[in-house]
């Protein structure tokens, strides 16, 4: 048996067709933002400065391939996009053509430190980040200089754990 619906469900019922219901197609923006971020903003941000990669990339492509400044700006775009770490080796200009708002995601720091589990969830990490207990130090190799601050408990409970802790850290 079903309870009679009150009138403010009875209204919100009228507005809503479900016969011609549609269903939100952008699956994969859906996914970027449970896996990635919290803020679609962000997620937009992120797509747009893709898009304008893309964008400089075709405009690069479309120049003369023998006029000097089509090598010049390939290089210098290919070395920035590398040194970032959007694509992963500094070869082809078509490699530009992959990149899109997920690369972006992948190098936030919240997201490197889910991928070192400095971090159970997104949502701890980025606490964790706005609290200041993180250091990070590169642009490439960015998992490697990833650590705590030397001053956060989170890194004196890692030591004990790890049994790395000397007498001069219990002083301190």
Not at 30 to 57: F, G, H, M
Not at 87 to 96: A, G
Not at 97 to 113: H, K, Y
Not at 117 to 128: C, E, P, V, W, Y
Request: with cysteine; charged share 30%; net charge positive.
């Amino acid at each position: 048996m079903v309870r009679k619906l009150k009138f403010h469900e009875q209204k919100l019922l009228k507005k809503v067709d479900f016969i011609n219901w549609e269903v939100d197609n952008n699956l994969h923006e859906v996914k970027v933002l449970r896996k990635y971020i919290e803020k679609r903003e962000d997620y937009t941000k992120y797509n747009k400065l893709s898009r304008n990669i893309r964008v400089l990339a075709q405009k690069i492509r479309d120049l003369d391939e023998k006029d000097g400044f089509r090598a010049q700006s390939t290089c210098v775009s290919l070395c920035c996009r590398y040194s970032v770490g959007l694509i992963p080796t500094k070869q082809n200009l078509s490699l530009t053509n992959e990149v899109c708002a997920s690369a972006f995601c992948r190098r936030r720091l919240p997201t490197i430190m889910l991928k070192l589990r400095m971090a159970q969830n997104l949502k701890t990490a980025i606490t964790f980040i706005e609290q200041g207990l993180i250091v990070q130090c590169s642009y490439r190799s960015l998992e490697d200089f990833v650590t705590w601050v030397d001053s956060s408990k989170i890194k004196q409970h890692v030591m004990n754990y790890n049994e790395e802790r000397d007498d001069f850290d219990l002083i301190v």
